[in-house]
């Protein structure tokens, strides 16, 4: 089944990675991997950066939407503690003022305002005095003074509690909260009251709510620089992540397609890249190519006696026995499918590719203990050429095959 989104490709590429190699009887099963085709992996990065940008997109707006909210009730009651404050050094100043005891009175409302200039109330703000009963006692308007709030409802900052003004103020002790209109058919106003026993009444801080949108404007542009560049930041790290992703696939895919999967040596695949990148490099005096054929004896019987298992165990141990033999730079060992083995040297001498080939006789027979307890003794045939004639590549293999023939032909009795 396809991948159902764009983010399935990525996490499917990270398992082929990962994906543990399939270690097939002698070849005879031949493994069916479901393998993502890249046939653009740049489309494939593209479309899964594109993807993960989306959900981030579609998940910022969630959160700004809830964040904004948050932060919206946090500058409410930043303000509201703010202007209280400013409400209770209004109150003190007041009642040691050496203006008249009745609240209300002109000089009364003119010792408010010369208090609020020195208090440095900020722009759009303004005092009042309330009496417990609602009553508008002092007002910067003067034709306001006298009115009844106590019908008001009041918006308490602790909770979403409505409750009308008259209520709230006969506790007699400071509130906070919020006014659905001051005054009645006006705009929302946020309200800051601190009881004075001195005045016998409250002494508010009226703050028109423009003042919460212009400081949540000035967030709301900072979370959006700030997400921009997360945002950015995002594109760029995933960018180069699923690149690379895709770069580790296509190379796990390609090693795949050159190595054996039973003995981890190279394929006919590799053998093929290797010599056409080996075609190109001049001879160098004296140095030539030099190829190794090699054949297990007595392969066949060793499966059908003991099984597909030991002719796998029997395979795997040639193939250790070959890197250990063959650690030149330049010498490359292949299996070429079922028991035929290649060792390829580059650019050696005559006597240094005898002595590699001495030494890989040297090391058979060689006997594997079988999970049964049975040993058994691999044997093999070796044949060797050499390019000191200017032969082709695919004549060095076919000389390489008959020398291997020939050398088998002197054992006949380890069979085939």
């Known amino acids: 089944m396809p991948p159902r989104s764009p983010l399935c490709p990525g996490f499917y590429c990270l398992f082929l990675i990962y994906l543990p190699r399939f270690r097939p009887h002698n070849d005879r099963v031949r493994l069916r991997l479901p393998i993502l085709r890249l046939r653009n992996p740049r489309v494939m990065q593209i479309t899964i950066t594109a993807a993960l940008v989306t959900v981030s997109i579609l998940g910022e707006g969630a959160v700004e939407i809830t964040s904004l909210h948050l932060v919206r009730q946090q500058i409410t009651v930043q303000f509201l503690q703010d202007a209280q404050q400013t409400a209770a050094a209004l109150s003190a100043a007041l009642e040691q003022s050496d203006g008249p005891a009745q609240p209300g009175a002109p000089s009364s409302l003119q010792t408010t305002e010369l208090f609020l200039e020195r208090l440095n109330i900020p722009h759009g703000e303004y005092a009042i005095l309330l009496s417990p009963s609602g009553r508008l006692l002092a007002h910067p308007v003067p034709s306001l003074v006298g009115g009844d709030w106590s019908q008001l409802r009041l918006n308490l900052s602790a909770g979403t509690q409505h409750v009308k003004l008259a209520q709230a103020l006969s506790a007699q002790t400071d509130l906070l909260g919020t006014l659905p209109a001051t005054p009645p058919g006006g705009a929302p106003s946020l309200l800051a009251c601190h009881w004075s026993s001195g005045l016998g009444d409250f002494v508010c801080?009226?703050?028109?709510?423009?003042?919460?949108?212009?400081?949540?404007?000035?967030?709301?542009?900072?979370?959006?620089?700030?997400?921009?560049?997360?945002r950015l930041a995002l594109v760029i790290l995933t960018w180069f992540i699923v690149g690379w992703v895709l770069d580790q696939y296509e190379s796990r895919i390609a090693d795949m397609a050159k190595t054996d999967s039973l003995t981890g040596l190279g394929n006919r695949h590799l053998l093929q890249e290797y010599l056409e990148r080996r075609t190109q490099q001049p001879p160098v005096r004296g140095r030539a190519m030099a190829v190794i054929a090699i054949d297990l004896d007595g392969f066949k019987p060793i499966n059908d006696t003991y099984g597909h298992a030991a002719g796998d165990q029997a395979l795997e141990a040639v193939a250790q026995t070959l890197r250990r033999v063959t650690r030149e730079p330049e010498a490359t060992a292949l299996r070429l499918g079922g028991d035929e083995f290649l060792v390829i040297l580059n650019q050696v001498t005559l006597d240094e590719g005898i002595r590699v080939l001495e030494r890989i006789e040297r090391c058979f027979p060689i006997t594997i203990t079988l999970p049964s307890g049975d040993a058994v003794a691999v044997h093999t045939s070796c044949g060797y050429a050499f390019q000191d004639r200017g032969q082709s590549l695919r004549e060095l293999l076919e000389e390489s095959d008959q020398s291997l023939y020939s050398d088998k032909a002197t054992r006949p009795d380890r069979g085939r």
């Open 205 to 230: 801080i009226v703050q028109p709510p423009g003042r919460v949108e212009a400081r949540l404007r000035h967030v709301r542009s900072f979370l959006i620089r700030a997400a921009f560049l997360l």
